[in-house]
């Protein structure tokens, strides 16, 4: 499983944090020099396996049926932009083996 820590110059997004990791959470913030928000690509196992160390993280809302144990989340949809200063993202809804 891969993570995927992409700084800006305001804040840093993790892209999902994998299967067994123990202090991804810390390890980011540290290697960003702030702290991160999470971004899961989907909610399988492998990708959530340190999601106990975040208090909240953005996921898109047709994987909350997979999530488990289900989690409150802030949902992101198809075109919202995220900004982390400096660098732009934006959220394509890319439907694989999960929604």
Known sequence: MRCFLLKGRDRALLIDCGMTLKGVRA??????GTDVTLLLSHADPDHVGALGEFDSFLMHPC???NLRPA???VPVTDGQIIE????TLEIIHVPGHTP
């Open 71 to 73: 989690r409150e989340f």
């Open 63 to 65: 994987e909350k049926e």
């Open 84 to 87: 982390l200063g400096g660098r």
């Open 27 to 32: 390890f980011a913030s540290d290697l960003a």
